[in-house]
Nanobody, 118 residues
């Protein structure tokens, strides 16, 4: 069993920055993909960013140039560095882990709230 624990959410003014962290634990593994999703009130969950074990990254169009997704494989941790935040970035952010690249995500964190005030 894998557990994902997010941290780093909070309240920030528009134009500010936040860094989310997601630590994976529960088993020894490698080769996995990690990603971030978000869900705003009244909206469906949407993909934000992902990173493969190789380090290859991919982003939703609406965060390109503002968000990055570094990871530390030794710590089984992925981050979401969010810069130039906008009120429309307000959402619950979820970390996810996929055991096999390209096969979706198998485990999810509990989510962390990010609120951007105007």
């Amino acid at each position: 069993q894998v557990q994902l624990v997010e941290s780093g959410g909070g309240l920030v003014q528009a134009g500010g920055s936040l860094r989310l962290s997601c630590a994976a634990s529960g088993r020894t593994f490698s080769g996995y993909t990690m990603g971030w999703f978000r869900q705003a009130p009244g909206k469906e969950r949407e993909f934000v960013a992902g990173i493969k074990w190789s380090g290859e990254t991919y982003y939703a169009e609406f965060v390109k140039g503002r968000f990055t997704i570094p990871r530390d494989n030794r710590k089984n941790t992925v981050y979401l560095q969010m810069n130039s935040l906008k009120p429309e970035d307000t959402a619950i952010y979820y970390c996810a882990l996929g055991l096999v690249a390209g096969k979706g995500y198998d485990y999810w964190g509990q989510g962390t709230q990010v609120t951007v005030s105007s």
